[in-house]
């Protein structure tokens, strides 16, 4: 089996994502043959600070050791941390070990899908890599989160330490060394978790980059004498959070306020559940979930003195199967993103695009979801039509252009109150460098990304006269963009390494309107790794979710003989407190990747790509291990012996419709389904 170096994973595959920054050392020689070629760069090992600027060479030799000009293209491991001028000048963005890879194209090549500056993965290419590392700025300051200067004797309480930089960035990964000035009185261990052991003065101390910080404590003996300790519900299914409170008591039966209460658990789990991981979680807010069904214990310490109680949890039980309906079989191209919407002649129409297949667009009518049928096509200048969307009024369409002949590339915006007839109307490509990759439509109004760098927002009150008002960019270093979703006035953008931000163009929250877009919110992970997708969802608990999902990964490289499996996961932060977003919960599959996903009536719809169709039950407040808590409602993996790549899924966009749902497969077309009702077993 041949699998591509990890280095040449984004830029190899860049269909499935938005297009890394490729850059081509120029060269005005005719290259030569390659068989038994080598290339090297020079040096091999860079290091540089953040924003700093270093140089690497490439050098190709044929196999008797002589230097032969032949095009050579720098591809950075990650274009968001590390830039790369077609000379080879590189620039560090992000703090971070990444690598530059130089990759030479052999003459004669095929055709490839992504474009003429971008080698075809199927040939025989070489490649080097170069290590770098971009040093971060010199740490600043350490917060410690301890607000109060009294602690009383008894079992201790994690805090937690904010690292922050000159550049004044937070330092996540910077590790925090911790320790007291007195261990007799108190001890803190290498997590933060501090225990008074006797009453007398200390200091908690962090220390993180040459950088320490103190904060003093009293130590008094505890006042509390009991503690109480209640719960929201004392029978549940897995996946249903319950909230513990615990209240500590002094010997009068006053509340001690500022006592701290640490939160444990237990669990008796049924027979025939062995070697699971840990089947259930409780954190020091009091919030419970399990992922097991089981009598569960939980405790609450403040002090010497503890109080317990014990729920009882039984299987979420929501299993169903899916039925499907109808297809819309696509065997010429591969199909990209869909989008539905119902007509003035009350009939319901769907479009699909195209993945590097000549700029083919479908429409469709799927009135009847078990008669999926065929009323136009339309072919635009462009490679790919990644994004296709309609408006809400289903008179107006719009495809996103990539790779058009004249790279000037943006939005064809057609006519389709006759979806038998589709109409140009016009084509806007204005300011729209390097590619349309996403687009969004809301009241009147395109929401469109240039260059995988910002979006531009594009006024079509009248279609035929599209004129942009305004753009929301970024100022971030290698800031990058991925995809925008508008909802009662706010523009939610995947912004990559940057999180999900929250931009006001219209809702008021901000004073924003589409001329003039603010953003107040904006979250990002505390891991490594980029947003890819975002969705909003105000949850039927009053709280209100963002589901974030991962930009493509491959985690064990690509192999080009055999699918290959994406990666990555769907976080689920809650934004309740818009400024203060937590992240709560996932949604994460061991052998694949999510794509584009939706939610209709508590009930999430995901396109995972090679795991196919996935529907998950999202009722309820949200916490923990999604998969693991039996939420996962129905499964479909769209195989077809006749796709463009015979039976193999890659599921690529889902859209719940009127009581059922359509989903598009990248090999195979479009698909309409449903889910069956849930199965009453007998007693």
């Known amino acids: 089996m041949q699998r591509l170096n990890s280095s040449l994973l984004l830029f190899a595959f860049t269909f499935a994502i938005a ?40 050098t190709v030799r044929d196999r008797s050791g002589n230097t032969i000009a032949v095009p050579v293209r720098f591809v950075p491991s990650n274009s968001w ?126 220390e993180a980059g040459g950088i320490r910080t103190e904060h003093s404590f009293t130590i008094t003996a505890s006042p509390v004498a009991r503690v109480q300790l209640s719960a929201s519900a004392d029978q549940v299914r897995t996946g249903d959070v319950v909230q513990f409170t615990a209240r500590a008591q002094n010997s009068a039966g006053a509340a001690v306020t500022d006592a701290p209460v640490r939160f444990a658990m237990s669990s008796i789990l049924p027979d025939e559940v062995r070697g699971t991981a840990a089947p259930g979680e409780i954190d020091q807010k009091g919030r419970f979930v399990a992922e097991q ?49 119902t007509n003035a002649d009350g009939r319901d129409y769907a479009v699909t695009g195209s993945e590097a297949d000549g700029g083919i667009a479908y429409f469709w009518d799927v009135t009847d979801p078990g008669s999926l049928v065929k009323t136009d096509s339309i072919v635009v200048d462009a490679r790919t039509v990644n994004d296709v969307k309609m408006d809400e009024e289903c008179k107006v369409a719009v495809l996103s252009r990539e790779g058009a002949s004249n790279r000037k590339n943006g939005l064809v915006i057609l006519d389709i109150s006759n979806p038998h007839h589709v109409k140009l109307l016009a084509n806007y490509d204005d300011g729209l460098t390097g590619g349309v990759h996403n687009v969004f439509i809301y009241k009147k109004h395109i929401y469109a990304l240039s260059a995988g760098r910002r ?13 942009k008002v305004s753009q929301f960019e970024l100022t971030t270093p290698g800031h990058g963009i991925h995809d925008v979703w508008v909802d009662n006035g706010i523009a939610y953008s995947s912004q990559w390494q940057d999180g999900t931000i929250m931009v006001d163009v219209g809702n008021g929250v901000a004073g924003g309107t589409p001329e003039h877009p603010v953003q107040f919110g ?20 009053g709280k209100f979710y963002i589901l974030a999902g991962d930009g493509m990964i491959w985690p064990y490289g690509i192999d080009l003989e055999e699918p290959s499996e994406p990666g ?7 934004f309740t407190d818009v400024k203060h977003p937590e992240e709560v919960a996932r949604y994460q599959l061991t052998d694949t990747g999510p794509h584009n996903f939706m939610i209709e009536n508590d009930v999430l719809y995901i396109a995972h790509y090679s795991g196919g169709v996935r529907v998950v039950d999202v009722s309820g407040e949200l916490k923990g291990d999604l998969s693991r808590q039996g939420r996962e409602m129905a499964k479909f993996k769209p195989y077809d012996k006749n796709g463009v790549t015979p039976n193999t899924p890659m599921t690529w966009g889902v859209m719940p419709w009127k009581g059922h749902f359509f989903f598009s497969d990248m090999n195979s077309g479009l698909w309409s389904a449903q889910l069956e009702p849930a199965k009453k077993l007998i007693p």
């Open 81 to 206: 941390a590390v830039s790369v001028t077609p000379e080879g000048e590189v620039t560090g963005l992000r703090a971070g070990a990444f690598r530059v890879t130089a990759v030479v194209v052999p003459a004669g090549r095929g055709y490839s899908p992504l474009g003429e500056s971008t080698p075809d993965p199927m040939q025989r290419v070489l490649t080097a890599d170069a290590a770098i590392t971009v040093r971060p700025p010199a740490v600043a300051k350490i917060e410690i989160d301890a607000t109060s200067e009294r602690f009383y004797v008894g079992p201790g309480v994690k805090f937690s330490a904010r690292v922050v930089d000159a550049a004044g960035a937070d330092r996540k990964a910077e590790p925090v060394r911790w320790s007291t000035s007195n261990a007799a009185i108190a001890t803190v261990d290498s997590r933060g978790l501090f225990t008074a052991l006797k009453p007398g003065p200390v200091k908690l101390i962090a």
């Open 522 to 541: 904006q979250y990002k992970y505390p891991s490594s790794g980029g947003v890819h997708t975002t969705l909003p969802y105000h949850s039927k608990t």
């Open 568 to 574: 990555g996961y769907i976080h689920v932060i809650d």
């Open 19 to 58: 297009a890394p920054r490729v850059y081509a050392q120029e060269t005005q020689a005719t290259p030569a043959s390659l068989a038994g070629a080598t290339v090297t760069l020079e040096p091999s090992n860079m290091t540089v600070d953040l924003g700093g600027k270093t140089q690497v060479k490439a």
């Open 455 to 467: 979006y531009d927002i594009i006024d079509i009150a009248d279609p035929s006269k599209p004129h």
């Open 293 to 341: 069904p089981g009598a569960y214990t939980i405790y609450a310490m403040s002090g010497s003195k503890l109080a317990q109680k014990t729920i009882t949890v039984a299987a979420r039980d929501v299993a169903r199967n899916i039925k499907i309906l109808g297809r819309g079989t696509v065997d010429n191209v591969h199909t990209s993103d869909l989008w539905v919407c």
